[in-house]
């Protein structure tokens, strides 16, 4: 059983940057597949970024080179690094966690707001 809390979402200027934190509160953390998802208004859901209990990432085509994913084992904590913001990056950020023989995200925050000004 997890529970997640996201932090760091806010407004910043379209080319700057923003740290997004997900807490964990779950014993088993480190064994957990982590990700981040995304949803825009008027937009479907889309994964973002994603890391393995072994700490492998993933991204999106449409993030990679500007985003970072980053896990904190012992801080029960997985951090998304957003560089480079784009207007379109505006939308409010999930985080999930699933365990590894999970097909699907089973765990979710309440997500946080990313506003990127024009």
């Known amino acids: 059983q997890v529970q997640l809390v996201e932090s760091g979402g806010g407004l910043v200027q379209a080319g700057g940057s923003l740290r997004l934190s997900c807490a964990a509160s779950?014993?088993?953390?480190?064994?957990?597949?982590m990700g981040w998802f995304r949803q825009a208004p008027g937009k479907e859901r889309e994964l973002v970024a994603a890391?393995?209990?072994?700490?492998?990432?993933y991204y999106a085509d449409v993030v990679k080179g500007r985003f970072t994913i980053s896990r904190d084992n012992a801080k029960n904590t997985v951090y998304l690094q957003m560089d480079s913001l784009k207007p379109e990056d505006t939308a409010v950020y999930y985080c999930?966690?699933?365990?590894?023989?999970?097909?699907?995200?089973?765990?979710w925050g309440q997500g946080t707001q990313v506003t990127v000004s024009s």
């Open positions: 999930a966690a699933r365990a590894t023989v999970w097909t699907v995200y089973g765990y």
């Open positions: 779950g014993r088993t953390f480190s064994s957990y597949h």
């Open positions: 890391v393995s209990s072994g700490g492998n990432p």
